[in-house]
């Protein structure tokens, strides 16, 4: 019976004096590093979590429980952002990513360049107030230029930015749900229907008034254009 050999990484590596080989582990230990982070990249750092806060806040005005499920709603959030962020992801790619694999550039400047796009978007969708909060909680000078500013208070700034505003379509996408909820509620009640629950009855006029107008459209190319 034939012994499986497992592969591994030679600790070697890391003390050899042949660049190629310690190039190629370092390498490697930023692509573990990277895929362990990239979820929180992607909900932190990219226009996703606006996009499934306002994806949910529709399907909670119009009151369908489960639907569309949430396998859906992540789903095209993900695609949608992908979208977004593809002029950003060329850009990390193409002046970052390959000229480190080509050996042109090191690691440490390799991430110098790869983050400033990305610190270039942030700080396009971040209100000054919520930045200057880790600012000055941090004891940090203001930064003259985007480069400047640092990603610890960046990340979390652009993130409650981007709730703010999630919250603010969110608000918005509510106006109308809630007025159908408030004429089916008065009219039952002046009918006497008192034990009838309002939301059976104004759930497909919710859902009707959403397919007229074309909801699912309007909904993405707001927050298209919101970019």
């Known amino acids: 019976m034939t012994s499986a050999i497992i592969p591994g990484v030679p600790i070697g590596d890391f003390f050899n004096d042949d660049p190629d080989a310690v190039a190629t582990t370092l390498r490697l230990i930023l692509l573990i590093t990277i895929l362990m982070l990239a979820p929180s990249i992607l909900v932190l750092m990219t226009s996703f979590t606006r996009i499934v806060v306002v994806l949910a806040f529709v399907r909670m005005g119009l009151a369908t429980q489960q639907m569309p499920p949430n396998q859906v ?4 959030a993900l695609f949608i952002t992908f979208f977004i962020m593809s002029p950003v992801m060329v850009e990390v ?6 000229p ?3 050996g042109e550039l090191d690691q440490e400047e ?4 790869a983050v400033s796009p990305m610190k270039e978007f942030m700080a396009n969708h971040t209100r000054e107030k919520d930045l200057a909060l880790f600012l000055n909680y941090a004891e940090l000078d203001a930064p003259e230029t985007v480069d400047d500013i640092s990603l610890t208070a960046l990340v979390p700034a652009f993130a409650i930015s981007e709730l703010q505003t999630a919250f603010q379509i969110g608000f918005l996408i509510f106006i109308p749900f809630l007025v159908i909820d408030m004429i089916v509620a008065s009219v039952l009640m002046s009918m006497g229907m008192m034990m009838l629950p309002p939301v059976m009855i104004s759930l497909p006029f919710k859902v009707l008034l959403f397919v007229l107008v074309d909801g699912w459209h309007l909904v993405v190319e707001s927050l298209l254009i919101s970019f």
């Open 110 to 113: 390799a991430f110098e360049i």
């Open 93 to 98: 790619n193409e002046e970052a990513v390959t």
């Open 73 to 76: 709603l992540i789903g095209l």
């Open 100 to 102: 480190f694999l080509e």
